[in-house]
Structure formats: structure tokens, C-alpha cells
């Protein structure tokens, strides 16, 4: 059964909407933070290596003399 | 059990740790948002109003699975800590660094859950009880492993470092298990027990169970992907790590 009347006594609580609310809100951000940083710091690592091996392949090219004129 | 042993071998490699997590990770973020949006929604919405504390009560849902986790993870950033200086496993610093952040983060949730709970229980955000106090410490531990890992110049000094911390701060955490029978406390004792009756109605029991399931399986991902982000980073001058690209 739901607890409440209406939508608005969902989000009042009887006065303890505001501790209840803010409680699960910083709770999913939280969480979310959680979820995306690892994300991020792996797809920083990638892209640091993809640079590098670009790097190395043109240098590699360089001096070789097999280079293709590149920018 | 020899095939265990193997399994287990295998997954102390950061390599095969990486590709064989890659498999769980879809399944456990499905039992995670199942778990977490039932759990919400039942808490939140349908569990009865407490007859003391009113509605202020339903921050329970995720101030006690919080806390759960944030003392289980001090567990595992402790366990890991001590296999990677005994037995010098690679893969357990790294889980050791990962626990960290994840570790703090859940303790912070669960010490500003409870300030919120207790203005309108207690009448006030905060107070230097046994229980709160002891919660600040454990907070304090995870900073204090995550400052050692970026005080060294050397990861091999900076890991050491760490996990000696964080064994010697596994003396907390009895004392934040008992601190609410041991001091006269304004915290209340615990919800629930395992060796007794728990004091909370099963119509509240069984969305908080939910609760503690879902923070498990959340537990479970983002230490997972913590941990894969550090595998990533450290492994990077690897061929293995190399030949990952495009993907």
C-alpha cells in the first residue's frame, strides 16, 4: 500500500521531506561519482597511450626516410 | 579444489583479472539497479510510517546499508592491504588503493545520512557520541591510505605504507561495532542482529534487507571498476594493455 495521500504529501512527509529527500539525493550523487570516475580515469589512460603511440610511430617513421609527409 | 586454486591464481594476474571482470560487470550493474530501484521505491514510498520517528525513519535505507558497507570495505582495503605485503600480489595493492575512495565516500553518505536523521530525531546535526566519533575516524583512515598512496615517490614504498594503516586502523572497527553497547550513547543500538530478534518490523525489515543487497552488488561494481581503471594505468606500458586499443 502507498503511504501517502498525494504526490505533494509524498514529497512533504509531514514535514521531513527536506532531510528524507536531500539524504537520497546526495546518496545517488554519490554514487553516481562512484560509477563514473573509474570510467573517466580509464578512458584517460587510453587516450594518453594513443597519443604516445602516435607519437612513437612518427618518429619512427621520421627516421625510417619512408615518411609520408604528415602534419 | 585444484581448479579452484587455478581460478584463483588466475585471477591474481591483472591481466586475466581484467578480461575475466569485463564478463561480470553488465550482470552486476543489472542486480544493482534492479536491486536499488526496489528498494527505493518500496522504502521510500510503501514501508509503513514509523510510529516514533514518523517519516525522518526512512533515511534508514540507505544510512544503514551505507554504514554496513563502509565498515565491510574497510575490511577489504585491510585484507587486500595485508595478501599484497605478504605474498606481494600486484593485483591486491591495486584493490587496496581502489577501496580506498569508494570507502570514503560511503562513510561520508553514511555520517551525513545520520546528521540529517538526527535534526529532526535528535534535534541536532551533530553530536561527539562514541558512535558518530568512531565513524569520523574510520573516515579519517581512508583519507589517511589514500594521502599515503600519493606521498611516496615510489608505488612500491607507497604501498606498503598503505596497507600497513590500514591494518593497524582495523582496530577501529570493533570499537564502532561496539560502541553503541559500550558508552552510553545517543546512537541507537543496532537494527539488526544475527544472533537475536532483529527490533524492527518486517514490513521495514524486508526493504532495508533489499537496501543491503543492493549497496553489496554496488559494493561489488564500482570496486570492480576501480579497480580495472588502476589495473589500466599501472599495466600501461604492457603489450597486453597496448594491444587493448580501440576498444
Redesign the interface.
Known sequence: ????DSFAD?LI?????V??W???L??LL??V???I???I??RQ??N???RS?ARQQRFAERRGGSAEPDG | MASFYQWFHRLGAPKSFYFLTEKWLPWLALATSVLLIIGTVWGLGFAPEDAKQGNSYRIIFIHVPAAFLSLAGYYVMAVAGAIGLVWRMKLSFMVMKAAAPIGAALTFVSLFTGALWGKPTWGTYWVWDARITSMLVLFFLYLGVLALQYAYRSGDAANKASAVLALVGTVNIPIIYKSVDWWYTLHQPATLKLTSASTIHPEMLYPLLVMIAAFYCFYALVLILATRAEILHRERRTAWVAELDGV
Open positions: 500500500m502507498f503511504q501517502f509524498f512527509m509531514d514535514g521531513h521531506g532531510y528524507v536531500v539524504s537520497y546526495v546518496t554519490v554514487m561519482w562512484l560509477v570516475w573509474p570510467l580515469a580509464s589512460t587510453r594518453a597511450l594513443r603511440q
